[in-house]
């Protein structure tokens, strides 16, 4: 069933801060930096240089991911109750360690 766009903010505000906290949290460990610009999350990387922004698209009921070069659009699963992206099954939280974990070139984070 489609979200309207009072649950889709619902959903996807408390998969941000989750993802925020963890993120946060996971700096110790990764060469990175996590900021909230506006609801966006920002990650930058000093080595090798890069910048991820993670941020909701809200008409789209999609939240969005701009990454190595990429642009990663995950939708809603009720199935997942979850962010996924439909082409691999994988949810906004190992995705984005994958992507942190490519960015760096070993396996810095476990965001699950």
């Known amino acids: 069933m489609a979200q309207d766009e009072q649950q889709f903010r619902r959903a996807a505000d408390a998969a941000m801060e989750d993802l925020k906290r963890r993120l946060i949290a996971a700096e ?3 060469e990175m930096e996590v900021e909230d610009q506006a609801g966006a999350l920002h990650i930058s990387f000093d080595e ?12 789209a009921r ?3 991911i ?4 990429t642009s990663f659009k995950l939708d809603w699963s009720d ?3 979850a962010f996924v992206l439909t082409k691999t099954g ?3 939280k190992p995705l ?5 974990n490519e ?6 984070v476990s965001l699950a």
């Open 28 to 30: 110790d460990s990764a």
């Open 48 to 59: 090798p240089p890069g910048r991820f922004v993670i941020s909701p698209n809200a008409p």
């Open 62 to 64: 999609q939240i969005w």
């Open 66 to 69: 701009s990454a190595l070069s």
């Open 79 to 81: 199935a997942a109750n």
């Open 90 to 92: 994988e949810a906004l």
């Open 96 to 100: 984005v360690s994958r992507l942190i």
């Open 103 to 108: 960015q760096l070139g070993e396996e810095a």
